[in-house]
């Protein structure tokens, strides 16, 4: 934790799109959960409609309306997602240039005599494997992952909201 704490203190500049990142895992995360509470009241209303509660033609339009929302939140989580997905590939990328510029820097003030000891094929591939690394691992906790431990979180939270043991 502490070494990505440490690479996020390095891309400081990079904090609008942390920030545009993780709005987006909470806009994604939030359409999604409304699909299933939209499904339960349409389930309930089908289940007034068939018990004689609630008048079929009443009943129908409800459903159509839910279906209407279920679309519309589907459509916001594919939207939204891939917006937040954008965001996480210009990180990645500017992260990479923050960083490949920083080791490169740390190269050049290194003394002559410790390149002497190296083989340049092992100072370029530690630069491209470790940057390359660290950057794809940062686009896939900011594409996927981030949403996926925020809906986490929230279906744990309505569930023991619903259902505390």
């Not at 609008?16 to 359409?31: E, K, M, N």
């Not at 990180?91 to 000891?117: A, E």
């Not at 594409?143 to 569930?159: E, P, R």
Request: a positive charge.
């Amino acid at each position: 934790m502490t070494s990505l704490l440490r690479i996020v203190r390095f891309t400081r500049a990079l904090a609008p799109l942390y920030t545009a990142i993780i709005l987006c895992s909470v806009l994604t995360a939030g359409a999604g959960l409304a699909v299933p509470f939209l499904i339960g009241h349409a389930t309930d209303t089908v289940a007034a409609a068939v018990g004689g509660d609630t008048a079929t033609g009443t009943a129908v339009r409800t459903v159509v309306l839910i279906a209407g929302a279920v679309l519309v939140a589907e459509l916001a989580v594919t939207v939204i997602s891939n917006v937040g997905g954008w965001f996480g590939d210009v990180m990645s990328n500017r992260m990479r240039t923050i960083l490949s510029v920083r080791y490169y820097d740390k190269l050049l003030h290194l003394p002559q005599r410790w390149f002497d000891g190296e083989i340049t094929g092992t100072i370029v591939a530690r630069l491209n494997r470790s940057i390359t690394e660290i950057t794809n691992f940062t686009k896939m906790m900011s594409n996927s992952f981030a949403s996926m431990l925020i809906t986490t979180a929230a279906v744990l939270a309505i569930s023991a909201w619903y259902a505390w043991p």
